[in-house]
């Protein structure tokens, strides 16, 4: 691994989802705490609306959401980013920055924590990863190829 730490990464399956599956709907809530530096990914058939209803995540809104999607008749991984819009902590050029810098880690500490999915499906490495970055600003809300996920091992 490139920059995940696995000790710091805690890992939970919400109610519907199992370490093989299913892969539709399979979402991934990605959090952290700024002050350990921990990483908390839930997996599961929905977004984990109680970490996401938490003060600081709502107001830092700094979550990394993402879900596999049929994408040209193969599965393939999106990832939204919350750049700016609504009530949010920072500017939208430095909260860009940040998700850019920190998007790696967060692609490894999904690939990393889903792992047993992937041992279970390994085609699903091959499968590409494309980032939805929101915003309310033009230059900031793209959606980009980041490679293909076997990258992010």
Partial sequence: MKRLDPRKLH????SGAGRNGPLMPRRYTLTHSDVT????????????AERLSHWY????????????????GEPGLVVQCHVSGGFVFGWGGMRNGI????????LE?????????????????????SVQFQA?????CVTESWGLLRDYS
Avoid: C
Avoid at 109 to 129: C, N, Q, W, Y
């Fill in 37 to 48: 530096g921990e990483l908390f990914l839930s997996i599961g058939r929905e977004y984990d």
């Fill in 11 to 14: 890992v939970t399956y919400l």
């Fill in 99 to 106: 998700f850019r810098r920190e998007l790696p880690l967060a």
């Fill in 136 to 140: 309310v600003q033009p230059r900031y």
């Fill in 109 to 129: 500490a999904i690939r990393f924590g889903d792992r047993s999915l992937l041992e279970a499906h390994p085609a699903l490495d091959k499968a590409g990863v």
């Fill in 57 to 72: 995540t709502r107001l830092m809104r700094d979550e990394v959401l993402a879900e596999w999607q049929m994408q040209n």
